[in-house]
Structure formats: structure tokens, C-alpha cells
């Protein structure tokens, strides 16, 4: 029996699965989220392309090698504020740090609006309550030195009274714990020795880095999604090794790569965002394969719109994260979002009588008006349906008829009171939500120091490529590719069944130039031995471990931090010159030529390690012919669609997706249909189907 490769993503209004044999055939297939119980989603999911495989579950289950699965689980805790109840232990003294938060009140550059109208602005509501923050004796200074003993009776007499709170979950961060971590894990011995069943999580262990607020913050964070996420990452493990799943369990992670599900119930803080970041794995893989080394990842669902960057070969990354305004270290991706889905909800701002779309969505239920489902409010998919972009007896595979009557109908309310027609209307709050996405673009691209024009746009997702041909048109970017035709709709799973293994390890020290180069390697080398620890206990034999390094560097004096690349495990004297080069080129990539002070000093603040090992990969292959002439049966007719730049309805050209081969090429105005998702060619645009079989948008003649 073959074996598969198979990732799992679970969406806002979608879980998507993918399941890859070994020739490279790729089988997906789209199953209604459930919200009440995600793992549902999943197994239906699953059982969908068991039986396109012609497959059991079971059969199927024993049938794959390796499965990753991207959960929303701990996104969506946090948001529905259906966290475990979270008792915190610090530092005595510094007990309201993470109520204090920042001068910001958390309120930052993200949302302008609450800047602008920062005296309108409130705190969000606590992860931890305040009678639930416990202060212990202990001091520990900025070298690592013990300064006042932990005293354990104390610690001892706060866990109780914690626990007679009735805490679920409880959260340990002392001050420069990372320099010394023994207090906490003292403290984490006596919650064990005390209530075994109750989640634990000390900051050392997840964010061993300066910055008291946000390291606290990641600690409760992690505390308070932690019985939850755990429990549904074991209940999902023992399903599938009662199915027959032979193999460790990975899901993925925020950083890029994938983690054990034992890790990721330790910390399912790494989990957050990693759908979306699964999109960038699968970008970066094409990418890569087919020499394109800067890319902008476009992921349009249901409820949101995820927007990535390649530059180089590379992903953009951040280690300063925002949750529900609260901000936390963790080492991820850099994915910036808003909510500008397909379930995007249109509506009139009744101060200024202006159309809006979004942020609110319709999600999976009631979902749009036009999926019958007890939705009255239109959104961006009633209006792609009325516009003529979807087929309403072919979308999600034909598994959901849409009511384009019902759909118009909604709309058509929203056109009389702004005195437009239904066509008009539909289109403007289509071109809304594509501006959004445009705007948002502008923000990780041009404001971070890289031009558009220099990138390929992927856009996937199961609505993204009908949109995608306004927003890059509107950025000037070289092309759109919508990836491996009707894999564009699942590619975040594609990208979950494609991740290596990754964990990323940290270390603070600050030290400033002239550098202690023994000390440098010190930490190098410490570092090094822990990531081959990690990936030893994970099974990864030596010879498959890969490690790469870098460090966090600032002029002296500075807050803003950038991140440079080392070449090896340990410095040469040599060596120093370079990085010095490395970071003023970088430094002024983002904050512009000259910004940056060659004569200053530097300070060298975060050492970090990736350990990295490969796994196996889908094979996408070259076709080794291309062919001209568009087959006969792959144009299955024409709809009437309104283009929003001629200004009216015009007999558009349907095409099967699934029908078109390698070199086959297609003017627009067109539309390209495949089982779940649909690709909208604008009049001056071409589409070419590339060698590897992506669908590729010229956007000008």
C-alpha cells in the first residue's frame, strides 16, 4: 500500500486536507469548520479524501507516512475569551506588570484609529485577573545573580491559595528568569507535586528573552489556551492512532516549520497564526522550485485576508507579536491580516452613509446570504455571485448551491439606500475589499523597504484568486501565480504536508562592541547543543539535523533591533567586520539610506538557532511538453459577468481548470472554474498555464 503525505488545515469557515502519494498526485478536498468541536472538521475532512482515494478511513490512516495539522484552536480560544482560568505567579513586587502593560495601553501603530483617539481607548479585558496574582520573594539580578533566595514556603502557601481559587492552568514568570531559570522550576515542582492534573507553563521555557511585559504576557497567554489546545492536540493524537495513524503527530507552527504535538501541547502558544504561516511554507517551496526568490503570499478564506513576503529566499519575520492588544514575544512568521474574507460583511457607516465591508464576519454559520443558511447580511462571496464571478451550481465542488436570487436581493437593499444600481453595488463592495487588501499590502511591502514591483504575487485560498487580478494590478507586481490550480484552495494544508521539522531556540545576553568573541561562541555553541537536544528527543537522527544561526543586533542606545545572519556555529575574528556590514545594509533596508550610524556602537542582544530537519516533499514536476491550442472540451461556456472597468455585463468565456494544460493561454475577460476555487481573468490580462501547472496572470497586455 502507497505511503501518503497528508496536511490539515483548519479554517474560519473551511478545514482543508491534503493527501499526496508518492508520484506527486495530489488529491484535496474542503470540509465545513466546526467550531463546537474542531476535530470533527478534521476527521470529515479526512474521510473526504478517503474516499476520493477509494479508501477506508482506517486504510487510509495507516496509509500515511507523515500528517500535519494547522489548528485554530487556540486563535479561536482566546478570541471567544473561552480560556482556562489562569493563575499567575511573579515576581513580588511586580505582581501588575501584565495589567500595567505598556504606556500604549497596548494601543499601537496596528490600528490607527485607536491611536488617533487614544483617550477613547480602554485596556483590554485581563487574561489574569488581579486576585488571581500571586507575588513570591525572590530576586534575581540582570547578570543572573541570586539576589534574594527563593522562598518556597511562600511559593508553596500561593500555589494553595491559587488552587483554591480554582485555577486550571497557572503561569510562573520571575524577573531575568532566562539568566537563571531554577526559581521557576522550582516553582513549577511544587504545582506538580501539588495538583499533577493542573497545566503549567514557566516563561524560561517559552521565551527566555528580555522584556518583562511581554514575556509575562506570553506565559499567560500560554497558561490560558493550554488545557484546551492540549486537550484537543491528545484527544486528535488518540483518534488517529486508534484509526491506525502509526506515526508521531505534527502540527504546525507559527515559526514556519512544524513541532512534535507533544511540544505543541507544552506550547500551544506556538500554534497561533500557524495557518496562515503554512501559506508562506508552501509559497517559499514553489517558489524556490521555480526560481523566483521574492514572493507576496495573498491568502483570501472566508473570514480573513493573510498577507506574507518572501524576500530572497527568505520569509520576513517578527518576534513581537499582538493578541486582543496584547503584546508577547514569539518567534513567527510575519503575517499581517485583516478581515476582508469572502464572509465579509457589508454594510453602511451610518455617520458618514458610505459603503464599508468588513472587518465582521459572516463565518461558516450562518455564512453568506446566498448559502441559505439563516444569513440576511451580504458579503464579499453574494457579491462575487451576483456579479457573475461564481457559478452558483459549482462552488465548493458542487457540494453547496448557492441562491444568487437571494443573494441580489440582499444586495439590492444596500443599493437603494446608497442610489445605486445592483450591479454597481455588487462591484463596489468587491473593489472595497480588493483596495483593502491592496492597502494592506502597501503596509508589509513599501513601509518595510521593499518595492512590489519586484515580486510575483501568489494568491490562494479558496477566494483570493477572483480578487487577485484588481489588488496587484492596483500594486504593479510582476505577475500573479495561483498555485497548483485547485490546490490554490487548500494551500495552507498543502504547505502544512510540505513544512520541515523547526524549532527555534533563544537566548538573551546583551553585550556591546568591541565584542567578546569567546563569549559570542559561548553562547553559539550553547545554543547549538540545545537544538540537536530537541531534535534527538523527537527522533531526528544527527546526520538529518540542520542548524542555522543569527542574532539580534541595535546601535547602542537604540531600541529597534535587526536581525542578521551568521554563517556557522562559531565566529572567526574576521568575521566581526562582516556582521558589523551586514547590519548597517539591513538597518537601512529598513529604515532608509543613511539612517544608520556607522561610527556608533553595537550592541548584540538576542542569540538564536533554527534546528531545522527536511522531511519528505510533494514532487511537483516539470511538463516536459507544452501545448499551444486550448483543448476543445475545456471551455464549458459563457456566463454574463460585470466588469467593473467597462461598466457593464458582458458574455464572459467559463473555462474548466482541470481541462487546461501546460502552455494553453487565455485572454481575458475570462473565468476559470476548478473544484474549489475560481480564477477571475480582467479584460487586458492573460493567463498561461505554466510548466508546473500554476495558473500565471500577466496583468497588462
Given amino acids: 500500500m502507497p505511503g501518503y503525505l497528508c496536511g490539515v488545515d483548519i479554517g474560519g469557515t473551511f478545514t482543508d486536507c491534503v493527501v499526496v502519494d508518492e508520484s506527486g498526485a495530489v488529491v484535496t478536498t474542503k470540509a465545513p469548520s466546526t467550531p463546537h468541536d474542531f476535530s470533527l472538521g478534521m476527521m470529515a475532512a479526512l474521510e473526504e479524501s478517503a474516499l476520493k482515494l477509494g479508501l477506508s478511513l482506517p486504510d487510509l490512516a495507516r496509509s500515511i507516512v507523515r500528517l500535519c495539522h494547522g489548528t485554530t484552536v487556540g486563535t479561536n ?83 494553595r491559595r491559587l488552587l483554591e481559587r480554582g485555577v486550571e492552568a497557572i503561569a510562573i514568570c520571575f524577573l531575568w ?16 507535586a501539588l495538583a499533577p492534573d ?36 491528545r484527544a486528535i493524537d488518540r483518534t488517529l492512532a486508534e484509526l491506525g495513524y502509526a506515526h508521531p503527530l505534527q502540527m504546525t507552527q507559527c515559526a514556519g516549520g512544524t513541532i512534535s504535538a507533544v511540544r ?50 527568505v520569509p520576513a519575520f517578527s518576534y513581537l507579536s499582538l493578541v486582543n492588544q496584547y503584546e508577547y514575544f514569539v518567534p513567527k512568521v510575519d503575517i499581517q491580516a485583516i478581515g476582508s474574507g ?46 457573475g464571478y461564481l457559478n452558483p451550481d459549482n462552488f465548493a465542488g458542487g457540494t453547496i448551491t448557492l441562491d444568487r436570487a437571494r443573494a441580489a436581493e440582499a444586495i439590492q437593499k444596500l443599493a437603494d439606500r446608497l442610489g445605486l444600481g445592483l450591479y454597481e453595488c455588487a462591484a463596489g463592495i468587491a473593489t472595497i475589499a480588493e483596495f483593502q487588501m491592496a492597502d494592506l499590502i502597501r503596509k508589509v ?67 556591546a562592541s568591541p565584542f567578546d568573541l569567546d563569549r559570542i561562541n559561548a553562547r553559539l555553541v550553547s545554543l547549538a547543543a540545545e537544538g540537536r537536544r530537541q531534535l534527538l528527543r523527537e527522533g531526528v537522527e544527527p546526520e538529518r539535523q540542520q542548524l542555522q544561526f543569527s542574532l539580534d543586533v541595535r546601535h547602542r542606545g537604540q531600541i529597534n533591533e535587526v536581525e542578521v545572519g551568521i554563517a556557522g556555529e562559531t565566529l572567526r575574528a574576521d568575521a566581526l567586520d562582516a556582521l558589523r556590514a551586514d547590519f548597517f545594509t539591513r538597518y537601512e533596508l529598513l ?21 531545522t530537519a527536511a522531511t519528505p516533499k510533494p514532487r511537483l514536476r516539470r511538463a516536459e511538453t507544452l501545448e499551444d491550442g486550448v483543448a476543445a472540451g475545456a471551455r464549458t461556456g459563457a456566463r454574463a459577468v460585470w466588469w467593473a472597468e467597462r461598466k457593464e455585463l ?40 505554466d510548466p508546473f501547472g500554476n495558473f500565471e496572470i500577466t496583468l497588462h497586455d
Avoid at 591 to 611: D, M
Fill in 198 to 233: 493542573v497545566f503549567v507553563t514557566c516563561s524560561h521555557e517559552l521565551v527566555p528573552k528580555w522584556g518583562e511585559y511581554e514575556r509575562t504576557t506570553a506565559v499567560a497567554l500560554n497558561a490560558y489556551i493550554g488545557p484546551v489546545t492540549s486537550g484537543y492536540i
Fill in 342 to 387: 469572502g464572509g465579509s460583511l457589508a454594510w453602511i457607516d451610518e455617520v458618514t452613509g458610505t459603503l464599508r465591508v468588513g472587518p465582521q464576519s459572516a463565518g461558516a454559520v450562518p455564512g453568506p446570504v446566498c448559502y441559505g443558511k439563516g444569513g440576511e447580511v451580504p458579503t464579499v462571496t453574494d457579491a462575487d455571485l451576483v456579479i
Fill in 77 to 159: 480560544t482566546i478570541i471567544q475569551h473561552r480560556g482556562a482560568r489562569v493563575g499567575l505567579i511573579g515576581t513580588r513586587g511586580h505582581n501588575d506588570v501584565i495589567h500595567m502593560m505598556r504606556g500604549s495601553r497596548g494601543v499601537t501603530g496596528r490600528d490607527i484609529r485607536r491611536v488617533v483617539h487614544f483617550p477613547e481607548s480602554r485596556k483590554p479585558d485581563p487574561i489574569v485577573p488581579k486576585r488571581l496574582v500571586e507575588g513570591v520573594s525572590e530576586r534575581v539580578d540582570c547578570f543572573g545573580n541570586v539576589v534574594v533566595a527563593l522562598n518556597e514556603e511562600e511559593a508553596t502557601e500561593a500555589v
Fill in 591 to 611: 529604515y532608509g539610506r543613511g539612517s544608520s550610524f556607522p561610527g556608533a556602537r553595537l550592541e548584540i542582544v538576542t542569540f538564536r538557532c533554527r534546528a
Fill in 264 to 313: 505543541a501541547a507544552e506550547a500551544p502558544l506556538l500554534t497561533l497564526d500557524s495557518g496562515p504561516v503554512s501559506g508562506v511554507t508552501a509559497s517559499k517551496y514553489l517558489g524556490d522550485l521555480m526560481g523566483y526568490p521574492n514572493v507576496i503570499t495573498t491568502d483570501m478564506g472566508g473570514t480573513s485576508f493573510d498577507v506574507g513576503v518572501i524576500h530572497d529566499g
Fill in 177 to 192: 528568569s532566562f539568566k537563571y531559570p531554577r526559581h521557576e522550576a522550582r516553582v513549577k515542582e511544587i504545582v506538580q
Fill in 445 to 511: 511591502t513599501i513601509e518595510k523597504g521593499f518595492d512590489p514591483r519586484e515580486f510575483v504575487l501568489f494568491a490562494f485560498g479558496g477566494a483570493g484568486p477572483a480578487h487577485a487580478g484588481v489588488f496587484a494590478r492596483e500594486l504593479g507586481v510582476q505577475k500573479v501565480v495561483v498555485p497548483q490550480k485547485e490546490t490554490a484552495a487548500v494551500w495552507c494544508a498543502f504547505g502544512a504536508a510540505a513544512a520541515d521539522v523547526l524549532h527555534v531556540h533563544e537566548q538573551v545576553d546583551i553585550m
Fill in 650 to 689: 458582458v458574455d464572459t468565456p467559463v473555462y474548466d481548470g482541470e481541462a487546461l494544460r501546460a502552455g494553453n493561454r487565455i485572454a481575458g475577460p475570462a473565468v476559470i472554474e476548478t473544484p474549489d476555487t475560481t480564477v477571475v481573468v480582467h479584460p487586458g490580462q492573460t493567463l498561461r498555464v
